[in-house]
């Protein structure tokens, strides 16, 4: 989904927030880490993929075949 798709729906408000939690295999120590990211989208399997897409960004030793999924939920605050 590109900027203006994604501009377009937060006006329509139609994005929710979720809540996604990724496991990531790590080449040299064989370790595996969880990282958690909370993004807005449309439905959970575009917040997987949006959630991935940071991942990458921010670490750069991350390759895709890296990361996978271990929990997304929708985020709803309770006030």
């Not at 595996?32 to 991935?52: I, P, Q, S, W």
């Not at 991350?62 to 309770?78: A, F, G, H, M, S």
Request: net charge positive.
């Amino acid at each position: 989904m590109n900027e203006k798709e994604k501009q377009f729906q937060r006006a329509l408000g139609t994005f929710d927030r979720y809540i996604v939690i990724l496991n990531i295999k790590r080449r040299d120590t064989k370790s595996l880490l969880r990282e958690t990211r909370v993004v807005e989208a449309g439905n959970e399997h575009d917040a997987f993929e949006e959630a991935v897409q940071r991942c990458m960004e921010e670490t750069n030793t991350v390759r895709r075949d890296q990361i996978t999924l271990r929990n997304c939920y929708k985020w709803e605050p309770k006030f």
